[in-house]
């Protein structure tokens, strides 16, 4: 079973940036595909982008142009560039394998990395 553990989070002011990253343990990394998740107080889980096992990458709308997904697979790491926060990507972020349609999590979650944008 993969398992995975999320660091990189921190307060920053709107428009600074911040790198996750997610290590996971097991075996068969590089055949998964992986995905970040945020979930705010307020809001429902939001998928924040997929990078598959191949590198091709795809972003929801409210992160586009800002946020960056890269992986590697020998270092069975992803990680989340994030650049030019906003007070609304506030919250704990989460790794998982996107699974099915609707890329919800396929396996148990990790404890989050929280990200705080606040002036």
């Known amino acids: 079973q993969v398992q995975f553990v999320e660091s990189g989070g921190g307060l920053v002011q709107p428009g600074g940036s911040l790198t996750l990253s997610c290590a996971a343990s097991?075996?068969?990394?590089?055949?998964?595909?992986m995905a970040w998740y945020r979930q705010a107080p307020t809001r429902e889980r939001e998928l924040v982008g997929v990078i598959t096992s191949r590198g091709y990458t795809d972003y929801a709308d409210s992160v586009k142009g800002r946020f960056t997904m890269s992986r590697d697979n020998a270092k069975n790491t992803v990680s989340l560039e994030m650049n030019n926060l906003k007070p609304e990507d506030t919250g704990v972020y989460y790794c998982n394998v996107p699974t099915g349609a609707k890329r919800e999590p396929g396996v148990a979650w990790g404890q989050g990395t929280q990200v705080t944008v606040s002036s």
């Open positions: 097991g075996s068969c990394f590089s055949g998964y595909n």
